[in-house]
C-alpha cells in the first residue's frame, strides 16, 4: 500500500463523519463531521486539501443480507458528485455494523448516545478506515 494520508467518510442523512489516516496507513483518528448537504463537498474538499490526501475511502452501508437500500445508494450518489469534483480515487467499502462498533467503543469510554451524537458519525469513519488499513497491512505481509 502506498504511503500517504487516506480519509474516510460516513456518509448520512445529517452529517458527514470523517476520519483520516495517518501518513503510514497504522492508524485512523476521527476529524469532525461536516453537515450533510450541498455545502458538505466544499467542506471536505477543504479537508482533503489540508491533509493532502491520496485516496477517498466511502462506507457503503449494505443491509445485513448484502443488498443495497435506499441509504446505500445516497452513499453512491454522494460518492458520485464529490467525485466528479476531485482528482483522488475513491473507494467504496462495506460498511456494515461500523456505527454499532462506534457505540459501543463511545460506550466503553463513558458516553452516553445523547452526549455522543455528534461523535459517532466520526467515530464510524474511523472503525471503517481502520477495517481498511488493518487489511491492508494483513494483505501487504
Do not use: Y
Amino acid at each position: 500500500m502506498p504511503k500517504g494520508v487516506r480519509l474516510a467518510c460516513d456518509v448520512g442523512t445529517v452529517r458527514i463523519g470523517i476520519a483520516k489516516s495517518d501518513f503510514h496507513g497504522i492508524l485512523a483518528t476521527p476529524l469532525d463531521a461536516v453537515p450533510a448537504g450541498e455545502n458538505s463537498f466544499a467542506q471536505v474538499k477543504s479537508v482533503i486539501e489540508d491533509h493532502d490526501v491520496i485516496e477517498i475511502i466511502i462506507g457503503l452501508p449494505l443491509m445485513m443480507n448484502g443488498t443495497e437500500g435506499p441509504s446505500a445508494k445516497m452513499a453512491r450518489d454522494w460518492a458520485t458528485q464529490l467525485e466528479a469534483q476531485i482528482s483522488i480515487p475513491i473507494r467504496m467499502v462495506d460498511e456494515r455494523l461500523t456505527t454499532v462498533q462506534a457505540q459501543r467503543g463511545l460506550h466503553a469510554a463513558g458516553r452516553t448516545v445523547k452526549n455522543s451524537r455528534t461523535a459517532i458519525d466520526s467515530a464510524s469513519a474511523v472503525v471503517l478506515l481502520q477495517s481498511v488499513l488493518d487489511g491492508s497491512q494483513k494483505e501487504t505481509r
